[in-house]
């Protein structure tokens, strides 16, 4: 096939170099045309995804057009926060009929819509047919080096998915299919938001308890939103929900987790921030989640205190013992 990506981060650059090794003609939008030049001179993206040797099905270039057009599958992976600007540059030059496969995880900050909601405001009603959604836990540089990966790709469209699922799946990149959008969605952009905290964790040296402790509750909190939000809760025990929460939380190639390790080690997040060339997509979406929870009215005590830690200045130890501290409760109680 041909194939469009849009994005040449790190997450991009891994998921055209899987289909560019499967044979496919990819072509991969790329923001900065010096790392543009660089990638076709020296088959390595050196930027995101340094030591991972890029096969010569794959191309990159910086004219929108020329990535898009003609193409029989489009795979977006801006990061959210960009992705309603350069999925509106490539609308008008996207072919008619084909799959668009989004990769990108997160809320958009003013309108708090979902990645789905946003294409669908962005993109002609002819296109919607054709969206899907792929998420799960896959590190770009694990998937990149063939390691096995699971990932869920959902659509309204079921038949669409199992298109899609086809074209992704090796020996090492398993898909499975899903047609709850919202779930999948909603599980992909909120772990980022609960490995800040399980980062924190780590960072203030609290124990295995206390982590294993955030991360379960993370869970309850995402499925309580996603609930709301119409999704299956089952969903989010799956590979979409707990195992992209559990590799984020826990794994040392996790960005968000870093950011909230050093949080938990007393940097400030403009600090951090400097330090960093990649985006870490929980720091954004720890905002949209506080306002959305406060729109719809859910309880979400540890992306409450995320927020407040990044947003607001407070101190870490402060934000654990007020989660600590609160009225108790049982376990399952507010989201079924």
Not at 40 to 52: I, K
Not at 90 to 106: C, H, Q
Not at 220 to 228: A, D, F, Q, S
Not at 268 to 274: F, K, Q
Request: aromatic share 6%; charged share 20%.
């Amino acid at each position: 096939m041909k194939i469009g990506v849009i994005g040449g981060g790190s997450w991009g650059t891994a998921l055209a170099k899987l289909l560019a090794d499967q044979g496919h003609e990819v072509l991969m939008w790329v923001h900065e045309p010096d790392l543009v030049t660089s990638i076709n001179q020296s088959r390595e993206n050196t930027t995101y995804l340094a030591g991972h040797r890029l096969p010569e099905t794959l191309r990159a270039t910086h004219d929108m057009k020329e990535a898009v057009s003609d193409r029989e599958m489009i795979v977006s992976v801006p990061p959210s926060h960009v992705l309603r600007e350069v999925m509106g540059q490539a609308a008008p030059y996207l072919p008619d009929g084909i799959p668009i496969v989004s990769a990108t995880k997160g809320i958009e900050n003013d309108s708090l819509m979902l990645v789905s909601e946003i294409l669908e405001d962005v993109l002609a009603p002819r296109f919607h047919p054709f969206l899907c959604y792929l998420s799960g836990p896959s590190f770009a540089k694990e998937v990149a080096a063939q390691k096995p990966t699971a990932v869920t790709i959902a659509s309204y469209n079921h038949r669409l998915a199992v298109k899609v699922q086809q074209v992704f799946s090796t020996t090492y990149f398993r898909a499975y299919t899903s047609n709850d959008v919202v779930g999948v969605e909603i599980g992909g952009a909120l772990k980022n938001v609960i490995a800040i905290a399980s980062g924190a964790v780590s960072g203030m040296e609290l124990g295995l308890n206390a982590s294993a402790g955030m991360i379960t509750r993370g869970l309850n909190e995402i499925t309580r939103l996603g609930v709301r939000m119409g999704a299956n809760p089952l969903t989010l025990t799956g590979l979409a929900g707990m195992g992209d929460l559990v590799l984020t939380c826990t794994g040392g190639l996790s960005r968000n987790r870093t950011v909230g390790y050093k949080l938990g080690q007393g940097m400030t997040i403009d600090a951090i921030l400097s330090e960093m060339n990649m985006v870490a997509e929980g720091i954004k979406t720890s905002r949209s989640v506080h306002n959305l929870a406060e729109k719809i009215g859910v309880e979400m005590p540890i992306s409450e205190q995320v927020y407040q830690v990044i947003y607001e200045g407070k101190d870490t130890r402060q934000a654990v013992t007020d989660l600590m501290s609160r009225p108790l409760k049982a376990e399952l109680g507010g989201w079924m």
